[in-house]
């Protein structure tokens, strides 16, 4: 009996288990930016602070640029590109990814950063993560931004 018990829970779990969708699956493929809100702590070491919300929509007359395209590909690697309002390439930055749990890990010649995944309805992520973001030499912004896969 205690062998059957034992079978059922392990079924159950596997059961369980396996309608998770899998992380590695579900990010492969172009992301792009929806909105985000960044905190920037001690701004360039200074003692104020700043929020910088952007809302979906709102990435040309806030940015002056496109929503960032962020493509994932099966082989561990990801390309962001940045285009302004004429659709012209202005930047590019790509590295390798990984998943530990539920956070994203991305590596590049700019640095490591981590994120939080949460899969969302309707295609959505959302990214969260401390990081660098005024290059102050301290990973005290908070980045918590939307993105939308194509």
Known sequence: MKAIYSFVCLACLLASCASQPDNYELIEGEWRNVSLQLI????ANGSADSTL?????????????RPIRTTFNSDGTYMSRYYNLSDSLIF??????HFIGDSLYLSSDEGDNSYLFQVLENNQARFVSRLDWDNDGHPDDEYDGIQQKQ
């Open 53 to 65: 919300t952007i809302k979906n929509g709102d990435w040309d007359s806030v940015l002056q640029m």
């Open 40 to 43: 920037q702590h001690t701004i």
């Open 92 to 97: 590019e930055s790509g590295g390798h990814w």
